[in-house]
C-alpha cells in the first residue's frame, strides 16, 4: 500500500510539530522529514521523543572509541609541525575548564567537567600538546585519564605523560568544546568528531604522535 503524500499528509496541520508526527506516523522517515520541512534532524528526534514515537528511532551510538594517535615518519629531514598555542583553540571557541592539579600519586581536576559530549585538549606551557573526542561525556573521559587502566593504553600513555609534566613543575591545562550537532543534506553530521580529527590533522599534537613523549 503506498503511503500518502507530503501534501496529504500535513494538510490542515498549522504547526511543524503537528506536522512531523503526522509524517512520521504515515511512513516517513526522519531524514525525510527533515529535508521536507526544512528543519534540524534534531528538531525532528525531539518531537517525536518527546511524542513517545521512537518506531525505527536510531539508538545514539555511546560506545567510546580509543583516542586518535599519529604515526609521523620523519622523510627527507622533515620536522614536526611548529607546537601550537593554546589562543589559537580559545579564539575558535574552546573554554578554559581548569587544570590537573597534582595528588598523592596521581592527579585532579581542579574543576567540575560538563557531562556533555565534546573535544577537550591539554594545554602544557601554553602549548597544545593533546587534542581528544568523547561521545559520552566530558567529565566521565577526563576522569579515564586519571585511572590511566593499563589495557586502555592509550589512557595509561597519556596519564603518564600528565604525570610527568606536573612532576616537572609545568602546568597541565584542560581546554573543551562542545560544538553543535549538524546536518548535511537531512542527515546529522557529528560536528564533534570532525572537529577533533580537523585539529589534530592541523596541529599534530605531540602527544597524540605515537612513540612521542
Known amino acids: 500500500m503506498a503511503r500518502p503524500t507530503f501534501e496529504d499528509v500535513t494538510a490542515g496541520l498549522k504547526t511543524k510539530s503537528d506536522k512531523i508526527r503526522a509524517l512520521a506516523n504515515a511512513g516517513y522517515l526522519r531524514t525525510e522529514i527533515s529535508s521536507l ?25 555511546q560506545l567510546e572509541r580509543e583516542p586518535v594517535v599519529l604515526e609521523i615518519e620523519e622523510q627527507n629531514g622533515a620536522t614536526p609541525a611548529e607546537p601550537t598555542s593554546w589562543e589559537v583553540l580559545l579564539r575558535a571557541g574552546f573554554h578554559f575548564l581548569g587544570e590537573w592539579k597534582p595528588e598523592d600519586e596521581g592527579f585532579q581536576l581542579d574543576a567540575t567537567a560538563p557531562a556533555d559530549k565534546g573535544v577537550y585538549a591539554f594545554i602544557v606551557d601554553d602549548i597544545v600538546m593533546y587534542v581528544g573526542l568523547t561521545q559520552r561525556g566530558l567529565r566521565g573521559r577526563l576522569n579515564a585519564y586519571r585511572r590511566g587502566h593499563e589495557k586502555q593504553r592509550t589512557n595509561a600513555r597519556v596519564k603518564t605523560l600528565i604525570l610527568e609534566a606536573l612532576s616537572s613543575g609545568k602546568r597541565v591545562k584542560v581546554l573543551v568544546a562542545t560544538p553543535q550537532e549538524s546536518s548535511w543534506n537531512g542527515i546529522p553530521v557529528d560536528t564533534a568528531a570532525g572537529l577533533e580529527a580537523g585539529l589534530i590533522a592541523m596541529i599534530q599534537p605531540k602527544w597524540n604522535i605515537l612513540g612521542v613523549g
Not at 520541512?37 to 551510538?61: F, M, N, P, S, W
Open 37 to 61: 520541512l526544512g528543519i534540524r534532524y534534531q528538531h525532528v528526534r525531539k518531537v517525536l521523543v518527546d511524542a513517545g514515537i521512537t518506531e525505527g528511532l536510531q539508538k545514539e551510538v
